[in-house]
């Protein structure tokens, strides 16, 4: 069986203490294509076709816009903008504005960076279960993670079968280690809620600010 990506990038996250390890080799993975799509991927016709086929997400202009590279947003911009005015069609009537809005709903919010990564993060997702099957030191790690973000344990849910023969252990075990990182988040929930309780007034322990935060990830992936 051969590892279809590098395991370096799965090995870090799972050995780092945070609420979601694929959250985390996402975040590289997503910083990576939007420093690509600064550089070399403004003058490359490739890259420039996919640009102007599926455009950006909000949330990668956002980070695209913050980047240091205006002009090569300005090209990317200037050619996807054609490409949305070609899509424009005359209307006459009510039937025919309809059909537009449909057909433009499903192109405002295609993404070229969000695609890669979303492909990127299935073969990782693939590996994490190969790497489960094959390396016992993995396991280990695996069996003491924090757990996932609620859309990252459904994505490892599809491609657990990559674990072969190893499937059904592994599936017991992200089952498990999944619903004890929940149990987790609702008892820190609980905690949190008790110290509004009027009978801890005046207690000196504090809410700790990060259970909000961290039951928001826990449930959605990295949005905050
Ligand atoms: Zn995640
Ligand atoms: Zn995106």
């Known amino acids: 069986m051969q590892y279809h990506i590098q395991t370096e990038p799965i090995w870090e996250a799972f050995q780092s203490d945070c609420d979601c390890p694929m959250c985390r080799i996402y975040e590289k993975s997503e910083t990576r294509l939007v420093e690509q799509y600064l550089n070399e991927a403004v003058m490359e016709p490739d890259y420039r076709v996919e640009v102007n086929k599926y455009g950006f997400c909000k949330e990668h202009l956002r980070k695209l816009f913050a980047g240091k590279n205006k002009l090569g947003l300005a090209l ?22 309809l059909k537009q809005a449909v057909e ?21 997702a693939y590996t994490v279960a190969q790497m489960y099957a ?18 990252h344990y459904t994505l490892l849910l599809r491609e657990s079968n990559k674990a072969g023969g190893k ?10 280690v999944q619903n004890r990182s929940l149990d987790r988040v609702c008892n820190d929930l609980d905690r949190f809620a008790q110290m509004f309780d009027y009978r801890n007034a005046g207690s000196a322990v504090r809410p700790d600010p990060e259970t909000v935060p961290s039951a928001i990830r826990k449930l959605k992936g990295r949005i905050l």
């Open 104 to 124: 433009l709903a499903e192109t405002l919010d295609s993404c070229v960076i969000c695609r890669s990564v979303d492909e990127m993060m299935k073969r990782y």
């Open 76 to 97: 990317q911009l200037h050619t996807r903008t054609l490409q949305v005015r070609s899509q424009i069609k005359p209307c006459s009537n009510y039937k025919q504005a």
């Open 134 to 151: 094959l390396e016992e030191d993995f396991k280990h790690a695996f069996q003491k993670c924090n757990g996932f973000c609620m859309p």
């Open 167 to 176: 499937t059904a252990a592994y599936v017991t075990e992200l089952v498990y």
